[in-house]
Structures are given as C-alpha cells and as structure tokens.
C-alpha cells in the first residue's frame, strides 16, 4: 500500500498529510473534532484478571467499542474535521506476545472511520513501553507514523507530542533531546509576530499523560507528570498561548482550566477505571474559545452533539 493510501501512517516527516499549515492556515470558521483516548485493546480482561502488566489475551470488548465509537462519529452532522486518539492504542507493550494482534484488530474497527474524517494518533505508555528505546519507538512509528509532529486544521495549530519522552527518556536521551528541539521551534512558531508567516488562531496540543490531573501543584503520581517537568511545560506552553491540552491516560475524566491553559484529561473508549462511561469527547473550536464536552458512546450515536453546541458552529 502507498503511504498517502494508508490512513495510519499520515503523520509522517512531523506534518500530517492534508492537513499542512499550507493547506490549512487560514481561518475559515468554527468546526469541531473529536478527541478520544485509550482504546487500550486487552486491558478489560486484564484488569478483570488483576494483571496489568501482562495478560490481556482477550480484546473483543474494545473491538466492540471501537467500532461503537466509529459508528457514533460517522453520523455526526455537520462531520468532525477529525478524530484524534490520545494514546494507549493497545494493551501489549511492544515485543509482547498479543500486540500484533491486537494492532492489527484495532486497525479494522478504525477502518470503518469514514474517509472525510482524518485519524490521528498519540502515542502511549502501552504503544511505546513504559522506558521507551529507539527500537520501540521505531516499532511505533512504522505501525502508526510519527510520534510527534504538528498539523494545521482551519486555521488552528495542534501539536502531537510523544509525552513518553517527558516520563523516562533513560533509554533513548537523544530522542528526547530531538523532540525538545523540535518543539522549543514550533512553540516559538506559535508565538511569533512575523508578517510572513500566519498567526495560528489557536494553538492546540495532544499527548498521552496529562500535566496535571486536576491541579497544577498536585504531588507526583502515575497518572501526571513529574513536577519539575510539568512546570518546565507549563510555562512554556502558556508563553507560546497554548490554549488547550488534550491527554488520556487516566481512564477517567479529570482536568481543570488554570492561568488561561485548559489540562483536558479524558476518560477511555474501553476500560474505565472510575464511574465514567466508555466515550469521546467533542470539541468545538469557535474563533474565541474552545468548548469541549465528554459524550458516552451511546449518548453521541442517539443524540448527536447537543443543541447549544450544534449553534456555536452556525455561528
Ligand atoms: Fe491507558
């Protein structure tokens, strides 16, 4: 299959194919996309079996969800401009024995994504390992395209970043060193007053771990990020005028707006460890805000998007 052909693999030399700051620089009006995270195929059995770590042979549960959450999103009118998975594409960590598998299964429900709406995808702990190497990373990228790259949609920036090499780059330094670069350029992109270049009307940013999960001086745990790097982000982000960012990871909704940033933190399309329901979210990006609500699968597939939002995108 060509590479243009082959919907997984869009994000490729840091761009997103179709959605080039060429392409897509200008403001054309409010539109909405939707977020989701954590398909995470195997981790119900496993979860079930008490054995995170391993297990999860079983994955027809996620499938099923998937497929759920692909249904959903196809009907919607007017159609999302994308869809974006926020990590934790599958359960088994890279060399383990289900991941092919379970890649290769997620791929067929994904396929029924109607082609007008573009997939893109976030790499997670589960997609990359928990101490990501160069092989793992390699191994990602050839199955789903970059792991981090920024695309341009309606006149809006967002930045896919790969948030394993904030948790523990021991294994790969130079890769992180990379993506520090590479995004230290594109935040002062965002940020810049040049005449030549267009001025982003929002700037946007997805990853798998949140910053924070509810509160920017919260303690360190396995669902944030580190302290001292959450705040290295944080000030960076907010110079650039990063208004939102997008993350999965904790199976649970969570999040809070603080100092002008938005930490949006979404609950999983499979496994829920809280009393969320299997969902995504919608967001709807107007020219001054953007508004973004959790739907459970079956709520979005019977209803569609509420009333109030469907009027903000008239606007
Ligand atoms: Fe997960």
Redesign the pocket.
């Known amino acids: 299959m060509a590479e243009s052909e082959n919907i997984f693999l869009k994000a490729k030399h840091r761009t997103f194919s179709g959605l080039t700051e060429d392409a897509e620089h200008k403001w054309t009006g409010p539109f909405f996309f939707i977020q989701a995270a954590?398909p995470?195929l195997g981790?119900m059995k496993a979860w079930r079996d008490g054995d995170c770590d391993g297990g999860g042979e079983e994955w027809a549960e996620e499938v099923e969800l998937t497929k759920q959450a692909v249904e959903a999103v196809n009907q919607l009118r007017p159609r999302p401009r994308f869809m974006v998975l926020c990590g934790?594409l599958v359960h088994a960590m890279p060399g383990t024995p289900f991941r092919e598998g379970q890649e290769k299964d997620l791929k067929a429900a994904l396929k029924g994504t109607d082609p007008s709406i573009p997939l893109v995808f976030v790499s997670?702990n589960?997609d990359l390992g928990n101490t990501p190497t160069p092989s793992t990373v390699e191994q990602y990228c050839r199955e789903w395209g970059d792991d981090y790259f920024s695309f341009w949609v309606g006149g809006v920036l967002c930045l896919v970043l790969n948030s394993q090499l904030f948790f523990d780059a021991s294994a790969c330094p130079e890769l992180r060193e990379a993506q520090e670069a590479w995004l230290e350029a594109q935040l002062s992109r965002a940020s810049s007053s040049s005449s030549t270049e267009p001025k982003p009307k929002h700037v946007l940013i997805f990853q798998h771990i949140p910053l924070y999960l509810k509160s920017p001086d919260e303690e360190d745990d396995y669902f944030n990020l580190r302290r001292t790097v959450r705040q290295n982000l944080l000030d960076r982000f907010k110079k650039a005028g990063v208004k939102a960012v997008f993350s999965?990871?904790y199976?649970r909704n969570a999040g809070g707006c603080h100092g002008g940033l938005d930490m949006v933190v979404s609950s999983?399309i499979g496994c829920q460890l809280g009393e969320d329901t299997h969902g995504v979210r919608v967001v709807v990006v107007t020219a001054d805000n953007v508004i973004h609500r959790y739907y459970s699968l079956e709520q979005l597939r019977a209803r569609g998007l509420d009333e109030d939002l469907k009027k903000l995108l008239q606007a």
């Open positions: 954590d995470q981790l934790d997670g589960h999965g990871h199976h999983a």
